[in-house]
């Protein structure tokens, strides 16, 4: 009950957010699931982490409606007809988001919201459009009010993909999180360079891969919540996540860490997977009630559960007797290939396990470079990047990432932090992106050092409203709490300024 109360009295909830925060208190007292004496120890040793996921799932952890399908038939279970018209296009969006879950109680998929609008945008004077566009951000930015709720646009041009980089601009909102699924051959350099601009003054959108994405997914994929590739009309199981930094202290050595520690952790993760993913196909209500699945709007057989990790290059830090992080991970030849054969190993290991109910990805859980938490401090950074305040030059670190990205289909990415001189040339940045994706890269994040919109590890927030919090005040952004911890404990807001100089030439 101190729990509870603690939740009561915190004048920096809002409602709703105390109303979360106690059903989420809730679900974490029950003991549905049970996992071996091993689980729970690697629990308390903070090696394993099942991202606040709970003993008793009722609902995979993201869900990505097929909203095409919404359009085309209308939800019969909410009474909403196909709409006609713009107006309609996004009344129906809005009451359909608002009974899409996820781990956050808030839709993480939005939809495509270039090719879902088009079609009635086109059909409107582009003043009302921009209108009715405007008051729609706006009903999400202050209804859905998450930042891991996420939109996408792309790889086309298109009238309604304009409007929304021109409205973001224009309202500075942190929500929705927008991706641009970039493909050379399909995105004009016009259209990326327009988003390149957005994304300097808003924190969004990010560049995906879609080449990258589609080879491994097919055409019908999303990118949901901070970076999550999954499918339509499917979504994630779940997703816990390996600290490896934790998992490296009690190795004797880094043959010891690979043929007996770092296998046993795995184990136990793919434990956890296994008997959340069944109980949420065979006990749960949701895929056998839920107005979402039996209309098809989503179905079980494209959801994946995904195997998240966190802290790679502390632990090659570790296991190789490296302090100083600016001579380690990621700027020491030794280190990231330790972190190669790491990360070799976690995916043979995932790779030969048989995953219940995973049938779109052939019974197999794949790979996450998941983002990191408020709690987690200096010593386990985002997936597989290199740490905050040892970071290289651009092109360094983006050679790093390009080795990595590969093994992470369900997500991984990072993000660059711009001096304001490139407000002005914004074109310096393109073939740095083009080259990067060509080279590997899967997801491509950025902003300026002087915007209010960041984004931390994945997710955006205003600075203004972790100032809020600072001055125990209410901020109505769920995430911004955890945008304030991060930056407290592991200085994510103070990365690397990208400076011209550092730059130059192409990729």
């Given amino acids: 009950m101190s729990q509870a109360l603690n939740i009561i009295k915190d004048e920096t909830l809002t409602y709703k957010q105390q109303l979360l925060a106690l059903a989420k208190l809730g679900e974490s007292t029950d003991d549905t699931l049970r ?16 991202l606040g996921e709970g003993p008793m799932p009722y609902r ?20 909403l007809n196909p709409p006609k018209d713009l107006l309609e296009a996004v009344n129906v969006l809005e009451i359909f988001y608002s009974h899409v879950p996820s781990i956050t109680a808030y839709p993480v998929y939005l939809g495509d919201l270039d090719k879902l609008l088009e079609p009635f945008v086109l059909r409107e004077d582009r003043a009302f459009a921009k209108k009715v566009l405007k008051l729609f951000l706006l009903q999400i930015d202050k209804v859905l009010t998450d930042s891991f709720v996420h939109a996408d646009i ?26 641009l699924r970039y493909d050379p051959e399909l995105t004009s350099d016009d259209f990326a360079l327009a988003c390149i601009k957005c994304m300097l003054k808003t924190a969004k ?30 979504g994630g199981f ?41 109980f949420i196909v065979e006990q ?71 995953a219940p109910y995973n049938d779109a990805t052939d019974h197999h859980y794949r790979l996450h470079a998941q983002v990191g938490i408020d709690t987690d401090g200096m010593d386990d950074a985002p997936g597989t990047r290199i740490p905050i305040g040892a970071e290289p030059s651009m092109l360094d670190q983006l050679e790093v990432n390009e080795i990595f ?3 992470f289909p369900t997500g991984t990415g990072d993000i660059f932090k711009f001096e304001e001189t490139y407000v002005k040339t914004p074109e310096a940045i393109l073939p740095i992106i083009k080259g990067s ?33 600072n001055k125990r005040k209410q901020s109505l952004n769920n995430v911004t709490v955890f945008g304030k911890g991060a930056q407290d404990g592991a200085h994510a807001l103070d990365r690397r300024v990208q400076r011209q100089e550092d730059a130059e030439g192409t990729r």
Wanted: glycine share 8%; charged share 30%.
């Fill in 205 to 234: 959108p990010s560049f995906a891969n879609h080449r990258m994405f589609v080879k491994e997914w097919g055409e019908r994929y999303a990118i949901a919540s901070c970076y999550n590739g999954l499918m339509k009309a499917g």
């Fill in 437 to 469: 994706l060509a080279r590997g890269l899967r997801y491509f994040s950025g902003y300026l050092e002087n915007n209010d919109v960041v984004r931390v590890t994945g997710y955006l927030v205003k600075k203004s409203e972790i100032e809020k919090l």
């Fill in 154 to 179: 792309g790889p086309e041009d298109s009238v309604t993909g304009r409007l929304i980089l021109e409205l973001t601009e224009e309202m500075q909102l942190a929500v929705p999180n927008l991706t």
């Fill in 238 to 278: 779940t997703l816990p996540r390996l600290r490896l930094y934790e998992c490296s202290l009690p190795a004797k050595d880094v043959d010891d860490f690979l043929g007996n520690v770092l296998p046993k952790y795995i184990d136990l993760q793919l434990e956890y997977m296994d008997k959340r993913v069944k």
């Fill in 35 to 50: 996992y071996s004496d091993e689980y729970y120890q690697g629990l308390k040793d903070r090696a394993l982490c099942d």
């Fill in 60 to 79: 995979p952890r993201y869900i990505c409606p097929d909203y095409e399908l919404l359009f085309e038939k209308g939800c019969q279970f909410l009474e």
């Fill in 284 to 354: 749960s209500t949701f895929f056998t009630d839920n107005f979402l699945s039996t209309e098809g709007f989503v179905k079980q057989e494209n959801f994946v559960g995904m195997f998240g990790l966190v802290g790679l290059a502390e632990c090659c830090n570790h296991l190789l007797g490296i302090t100083d992080k600016k001579k380690g991970f990621g700027l020491n030849e030794e280190a990231t290939q330790l972190g190669v054969r790491i990360m070799d190993y976690i995916e043979k290991r995932v790779s030969e396990h048989v």
């Fill in 405 to 407: 990205h590969k093994y």
